[in-house]
């Protein structure tokens, strides 16, 4: 099924294909800070496949999204970027909107995920879309640096 936002960039959302595979990883390589194989981004696919979409440029992937169903009434953000060069440009807006449609249309009631305490970046695009830090999870990552825990209502 393909989605089409309205945004500063002309592109459209739809559901990740495994065909996608090799740009979503250089997207994940260049913009997070932890380091994710193919099989696990395979895996997480598998976890709730209808939440993994893509924002494509006449068929480049330049943005994705992926969740899971943390409870039967909580959904979880695990990765989400948007490559360098198509930032600030409403890719990340339509993802996160798409994402919290779906989280409505699953009944799900909440959603929460994960932000190094250092990513401003991302820190201050979740506060302008409600999320709350609810936690500080010291040592969080592979490198030992800290993670907040950030949370809003669907
Ligand atoms: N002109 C000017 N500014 C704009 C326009 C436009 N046409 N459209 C949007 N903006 C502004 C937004 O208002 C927003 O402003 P803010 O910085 O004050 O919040 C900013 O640009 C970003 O909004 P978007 O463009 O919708 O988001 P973007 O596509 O830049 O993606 C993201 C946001 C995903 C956080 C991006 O910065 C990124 O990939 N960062 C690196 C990876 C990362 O940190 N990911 C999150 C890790 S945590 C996790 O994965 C659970």
Redesign the pocket.
Known sequence: MVYMAIN?VAGSIREFSPKDIDQVYRIAQE??TEFYTQSLIMDLHREWPESFMVYTITDTVV?FIVGSKYSRTEAR??????DER????????ALMDRFLQLCREENMLSVR???RTD?D??I??YK?YGFVITALLPGYYSDSSNAYTMWRIV
């Open positions: 500063a913009s997070l943005g953000i695990l990765l989400f970027a948007v198509f930032r600030k440009m409403g890719v990340g807006s995920l994960e932000v990513n970046e991302a201050r695009f302008k």
